[in-house]
């Protein structure tokens, strides 16, 4: 164990924990606190949300998204300033709203190229079919002609 701005840490989370006060110094300046045990177990919970607001926007549901702003509010309240996670909470939730909206539109594209296929299919067939229609038609025709209108051969 070490410890850090009267916080303890194992000492895997050094580099993290002594990372985070460096770019946010006075993040517990107001945190009053004395119960060791307790003051780690808010800085676990900031250290676990900062690692879990990396994941990818799309992985998060809305209760978890929930979850860590109710998290979020109740570190504030215990005197932590963290407006810089606040504001990295609402980006991962515009950008999974952003994700989540662009997969639609891609799966709407998607369904109107599968219907329009479908469509030019058919169209391909029915095309296909009056083409054969019309060379039947053609043929009866040209048969027609050989046998009325074309001389029969004497066969001399």
């Known amino acids: 164990m070490f410890e850090i701005e009267g916080f303890e840490f194992l000492s895997t989370q050094a580099f993290p924990v002594s990372r985070l006060f460096m770019k946010h110094p006075d993040i517990a300046i107001d945190f009053k606190l004395n119960c060791k045990g307790l003051k780690t177990a808010y800085m676990n919970t900031i250290i676990s949300l900062i690692k879990t607001l990396c994941r990818p926007p799309k992985s998060f549901s809305e209760t978890e998204l929930s979850s860590i702003d109710s998290d979020l509010r109740e570190l504030t309240e215990a005197c932590f300033k963290l407006d810089w996670l606040k504001t990295k909470l609402e ?12 997969d639609l ?52």
């Not at 980006?91 to 662009?102: G, N």
């Not at 799966?107 to 067939?125: G, H, N």
């Open 91 to 102: 980006e991962v939730s515009l950008l999974r709203k952003k994700e989540i909206a662009d």
């Open 105 to 156: 539109r891609v799966q709407k594209l998607e369904e109107r190229v599968k219907s329009a296929q479908l469509t030019l299919s058919d169209i391909i067939v029915e095309l296909e079919t009056e083409k054969a229609k019309s060379a039947a038609a053609a043929s009866k025709l040209l048969s027609f002609f050989r046998h009325y209108l074309m001389p029969k051969s004497s066969g001399v």
